[in-house]
């Protein structure tokens, strides 16, 4: 009966997410309304069936019942196109034009240089008016209209961002060339959405093992595989992301094993694939740091050799006006640091924050348990930083399932509802909730702590650890 009252809501959860990706269509600033409230619901339902798990004792079952959710959930993610972001469309045109032997940093989507590769889906053809100008009309809001360079005629495209450089490290690059060498050019949105998922699953079984391993309970591992925040950004939208959050995991697992060399490797190419996982290796660095850093920086830069040779200087791509855009280089950005830093402090005021808490996750992580300070590396990074995109916070969601801190999933929820209700006061309000809840937790914890009552604690708030 307990597991049949959790395939219920599992079921349930699966409806709502069909819906949601299939109903409700592409993200609008200006009408957000259904997908907000589809995700709340998905979350309500989320947290419901989590709690149901508790009845499921049998660790086998548990096991069985993780991955059977999370592949069921994980379909119904796939049943539409991407919901809030265009991100894929770009990923498919950077491995396109690598399957054609080009590099993707030498020309822009605009640009006519690859236009014999354009398949229609990523460039829709111009539709005459009533005038007979050309216009990109657009059933579903993921078609921007642009120009051609240089011809300078009209072009429509559901690439964001077609007249600059992709962003996009050589990692990320390589994989987007090998999903897209087995499929045709004119497969749209489902290669990237099935290897999200494939991905996902791969973090979801990462993390049964390791927890069965270290004799934690297995059933934590839903917080990744059902949740749907995951479902969305991993599977819906096909963020990398994903293929960085399963790095940095399989680094910190690595180190944690004393396989020092081999998880700088994972670290280094977590970091070619986006950047920002670098803000895993202070919670690696405690013991032996050096082979963590050598087989990071040489990993990193073998992964840049090829694409240094093919495109230069060009590999940098758009990345410097991509954080100029965002609001980093004025502050702006900083959400919650700007309100008492305001303008160009709050960067200065962010930098000293973001090192200070680096240097006490560097000092107090042990070296074989890295999990709560990867937690709070990351969980902090994005509090302070505060992105736009909600996606970033994938790397967190690893190390609330292995520290069992489930109330830092505050913070992707917080920034999702910034994502979709981008206003200022929304964000910072969601996030200030979020800080509430974490330290609120935490408060709780200590003091049952201190009074000796640390498994009725963890009762009270939590599963059991035991297998």
């Not at 994980?74 to 770009?90: H, I, K, N, V």
Request: aromatic share 10%; charged share 15%; with cysteine.
């Amino acid at each position: 009966m307990r597991i049949i009252l959790t395939a219920v809501l599992l079921a349930a959860l699966a409806v709502l997410t069909w819906l949601g990706v299939t109903t409700v269509g592409f993200l609008d600033p200006a009408d957000s309304g259904g997908l907000v409230w589809f995700a709340l619901a998905s979350w309500a339902v989320f947290a419901v069936a989590f709690l149901a798990l508790r009845g499921v004792r049998s660790g086998r079952s548990a096991v069985v019942v993780v991955l059977a959710g999370s592949l069921a959930l994980g379909a119904a993610a796939l049943a539409g196109p991407p919901t809030t972001s265009t991100d894929s469309a770009r990923y498919a045109w950077d491995g396109i034009v690598q399957s054609a032997g080009h590099s993707p940093y030498d020309h822009t989507p605009a640009d006519q240089a690859y236009e014999n590769l354009r398949p229609d889906w990523l460039y829709p053809a111009t539709i005459p008016d009533a005038e007979g100008r050309p216009q990109c009309v657009d059933e579903g809001d993921r078609i921007s209209r642009t120009l051609n360079v240089p011809g300078f005629t009209v072009l429509c495209t559901t690439i964001n961002r077609p007249q600059v450089p992709t962003i996009y490290p050589p990692a990320a690059e390589l994989y987007f060339a090998g999903v897209r060498a087995v499929v045709p050019a004119e497969a749209a949105y489902w290669p990237l959405q099935a290897s999200g998922l494939v991905l996902s699953l791969g973090v979801t079984g990462l993390l049964l093992l390791t927890l069965r391993r270290r004799g934690l309970d297995p059933r934590w591992a839903a917080l990744w595989g059902w949740c749907p925040f995951v479902l969305s950004e991993a599977v819906t939208n096909s963020h990398v992301d994903v293929l960085a959050a399963l790095l940095v995991l399989a680094a910190s697992i690595l180190v944690a094993t004393g396989r020092r060399l081999r998880g700088g490797i994972a670290l280094g190419a977590a970091i070619a694939v986006k950047l920002i996982p670098v803000i895993a290796a202070p919670a690696l660095l405690r013991k032996q740091p050096w082979k963590v850093v050598v087989g990071a920086v040489l990993t990193f830069a073998v992964l840049y050799v090829p694409y240094v040779l093919l495109s230069g200087v060009g590999v940098i791509g758009y990345l410097p006006g991509y954080l100029s855009e965002e609001g980093y280089d004025d502050g702006s950005r900083f959400a919650l640091v700007s309100l008492l830093f305001p303008g160009g402090a709050a960067l200065w005021a962010s930098a000293v924050l973001l090192l200070a808490v680096a240097v006490v996750v560097w000092r107090r992580t042990d070296p074989e348990s890295p999990w709560r300070g990867q937690l709070l590396m990351i969980g902090a990074t994005l509090l302070i930083v505060t992105p736009h995109y909600s996606w970033y916070a994938l790397l967190l969601v690893p190390f609330v399932v292995m520290t069992g801190r489930w109330e830092w999933l505050a913070v992707p929820l917080a920034l999702t509802l910034g994502l979709l209700l981008p206003e200022l006061w929304i964000a910072r309000l969601s996030l200030v909730g979020a800080i509430i809840v974490i330290a609120g937790l935490w408060m709780v914890r200590h003091r049952l702590q201190i009074r000796g009552n640390t498994r009725n604690d963890r009762r009270n708030l939590s599963f059991s650890w035991q297998p």
